[in-house]
């Protein structure tokens, strides 16, 4: 079936260190898959923080960056330097719009320490 | 930016009791969904809903589970009789379209099912 696997946390990072989560997907009945990346800060909902619609495609924002690679099915999320107030957790999601009627699939998500 | 509020945060109901989770949308938004996330697992879809109807669920949406959007207004989901397997941190969302289009999300609700 369809899933998304990402990097077990918790991951803990000194700011102004560099980030890499890792997000491989496996979309078996998705001819197209889309590809986001959607963070959850404490006590708040998720938000989306990029998302790639076409293989071969980079998204950005906030200093952040995924490409969505269809060779290795892997959608990585990566920054240069990392901010306290990037603590939060992040999950990786494979769109699925096969029916038309859009959903997503989750990875566990992974959550973020950045320390001082 | 837009939100999406859920009440409660928090709701503790003895098995096979009726419960109802609402869900406030961003205003212009015409497609909602819900989310079931289970402690320690992934996220899963339940169901999304437009124009008054359920257009996909998910095999996770028993029968036990009905969505409306009464009034236009909250968007609910009711799970009548609840049973244990039902605990979990249940998440709304809306978009404007569909297709691709930004979910927005709400912080979801813990449901203990006692």
């Known amino acids: 079936g369809d899933s998304v696997t990402q990097t077990e946390g918790p991951v803990t990072v000194s700011e102004s260190e560099s980030l890499i989560i890792n997000c491989t997907y496996s979309?078996?009945?998705?001819?197209?898959?889309?590809l986001f990346w959607y963070v959850r800060y404490p006590g708040e909902g998720l938000q989306l923080l990029l998302k790639?619609?076409?293989?071969?495609q980079k998204g950005s924002s906030r200093g952040f960056e995924a490409t969505y690679n269809k060779e290795t099915t892997s959608f990585h999320l990566q920054k240069a330097s990392v901010q306290e107030s990037d603590s939060a957790v992040y999950y990786c999601a494979l769109g699925d719009g096969n029916t038309g009627n859009y959903k997503y699939v989750f990875g566990a998500g992974t959550r973020l320490k950045v320390i001082a | 930016g837009p939100k999406v509020l859920q009440i409660p945060s928090h709701q503790i109901i003895d098995m096979g009791q009726m419960v109802t989770l609402n869900c406030d949308p961003v205003?212009?938004?015409?497609?909602f969904y819900w989310y079931k996330q289970i402690l320690g697992q992934q996220m899963e879809f339940l169901v999304n809903f437009y124009n008054g109807k359920v257009m996909e669920k998910s095999k996770l949406f028993k029968d036990q589970f009905s969505v409306e959007r009464p009034d236009g207004s909250y968007f609910t989901l009711k799970i009548q009789p609840t049973a244990l397997e039902d605990s979990a941190v249940y998440f709304c969302a809306s978009s404007f379209g569909q297709g691709y289009a930004e979910q927005f999300f709400g912080p979801g609700t813990r449901l203990t099912v006692l």
């Open positions: 205003s212009n938004h015409l497609y």
């Open positions: 979309a078996t009945s998705i001819a197209y898959p889309n």
């Open positions: 790639v619609i076409t293989a071969g």
